[in-house]
C-alpha cells in the first residue's frame, strides 16, 4: 500500500501535472541587501535566501555545503556583479548542478547592470589580490544606485513569473516611492557633513562618498584585498594628521586593532559601519542600514 502512494507523484509528474516550478520562486542572493529587495519586489510569490548574514567579507562569503543544495532548487541567483563574489559564487554554481542559474542564462541576476564602476585598475588579474578586477563592487552604499539593483530584480521577477508582473510592479513602485523618501532625508542629515574626510579598511566608500559630498580619504588596506604594511599604517597616519581627518570607519568584517591604532593616534573619531543589512545589531533591512550609516557618519563628522 505505501509502495502505491510512493509512486503517485512519479506518475502525476509523468503525466506533467506537476507545474514546472514551485509555486513560490525560489531566489538565492549573495548578500543580505539583494535579499532584502527581493523580498520587498516579490512578497508572497518568493521564497527567499541570502548565502551571507550581513557580517562576512562581501569578496569572502563562508562556502557550507547547504549552499549547494539552495543553488540546486533555485529559479533565480541575485548578486552583486563586478566580479564582487569571484571568490565563491563560480565555485558554488558549478558544485550546483544548476543550469538556469549560470551566467548568461535568465536565472543569473546580475544587479550591476546598469551601473557604471568607478576605480577601474588597468589589469583584471586577480593574481595580485585586488579583488575589485572590474571596477569597484560596492555601489549598493549609493542609494541611487541600489535603485538601479531593485530595477534589475524586478526584471527578472517578472520574466520568472510574468502571472505576477502586475504585482511586482506594483512592489517595485511603492519600494522606490520609500527609498526616495528616504534619500531626501539621509541628503539632508549629512548636507552638513559636505567635505568632511574619513578614512575607512576597504575600499567600500567611494560611491557613498561621492553621493554625499564626502571626502573619502583612504584606505587602510594598501589596496581592496591587500593587508597593510607598517610603512602604509605609517604613512596613512601621517597625511591624516596633516590633513587632519576627522573619522575612522571600520567595517564589522575586519579586525578593531588596526582602525582602533590609526583612531587614536590622529585623534579621529573611531565608528563601525556595516556595509550590509544584518552587519551591526538592528540593521535587518536595507534601509535600516543606511539609517545607521548615516546617523552614525553624521554624529562622529559633528
Ligand atoms: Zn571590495
Known amino acids: 500500500m505505501k509502495f502505491k502512494f510512493l509512486l503517485i507523484p512519479f506518475v502525476v509528474a509523468a503525466l506533467g501535472l506537476f507545474p514546472a516550478r514551485a509555486a513560490k520562486l525560489r531566489v538565492v542572493t549573495t548578500l543580505t541587501d539583494l535579499?532584502?529587495?527581493t523580498r520587498n519586489l516579490g512578497g508572497e510569490f518568493v521564497e527567499v535566501r541570502s548565502l551571507a548574514s550581513g557580517v562576512e567579507d562581501t569578496h569572502g562569503v563562508p562556502m557550507k555545503p547547504s549552499f549547494v543544495t539552495l543553488?540546486?532548487?533555485a529559479d533565480l541567483v541575485v548578486l552583486i556583479g563586478f566580479d564582487c563574489e569571484h571568490v565563491f559564487l563560480p565555485a558554488?554554481?558549478?558544485a550546483s548542478k544548476n543550469p538556469r542559474i549560470l551566467p548568461g542564462k535568465s536565472g543569473y541576476v546580475d544587479c550591476s547592470q546598469g551601473v557604471s564602476p568607478v576605480d577601474i585598475p588597468k589589469s583584471t588579474d586577480h593574481s595580485e589580490g585586488d579583488v575589485h578586477p572590474y571596477g569597484n563592487p560596492h555601489y549598493m552604499l549609493d542609494p541611487l544606485l541600489a535603485?538601479?539593483?531593485?530595477?534589475n530584480i524586478a526584471r527578472a521577477l517578472i520574466a520568472a513569473a510574468p502571472e505576477h508582473a502586475a504585482e511586482f510592479v506594483r512592489n517595485r513602485q511603492g519600494y522606490l516611492a520609500k527609498l526616495d523618501a528616504k534619500i531626501i532625508g539621509w541628503e539632508q542629515e549629512l548636507a552638513p557633513c559636505k567635505g568632511v574626510k574619513f578614512v575607512s579598511y576597504h575600499e567600500h566608500w567611494p560611491y557613498f562618498a561621492a553621493r554625499f559630498g564626502l571626502q573619502y580619504f583612504g584606505t587602510i588596506e594598501l589596496k581592496p584585498g591587500v593587508d597593510p604594511t607598517p610603512r602604509h599604517i605609517e604613512q596613512l597616519i601621517a597625511s591624516m594628521?596633516?590633513?587632519?581627518?576627522?573619522?575612522?570607519?571600520r567595517e564589522p568584517q575586519f579586525p578593531e586593532k588596526v582602525p582602533t591604532l590609526i583612531a587614536r593616534q590622529t585623534g579621529a573619531k573611531l565608528i563601525t559601519l556595516p556595509i550590509m543589512p544584518g552587519g551591526v545589531p538592528d540593521t535587518t533591512t536595507y534601509i535600516a542600514e543606511?539609517?545607521?550609516i548615516v546617523h552614525t557618519f553624521a554624529?562622529?563628522?559633528k
Open 35 to 37: 535579499a532584502d529587495f
Open 71 to 73: 543553488l540546486n532548487r
Open 92 to 94: 558554488l554554481l558549478e
Open 147 to 151: 535603485k538601479t539593483a531593485v530595477g
Open 241 to 249: 594628521k596633516s590633513e587632519r581627518v576627522p573619522v575612522v570607519v
Open 290 to 292: 543606511m539609517d545607521y
Open 299 to 301: 554624529a562622529a563628522a
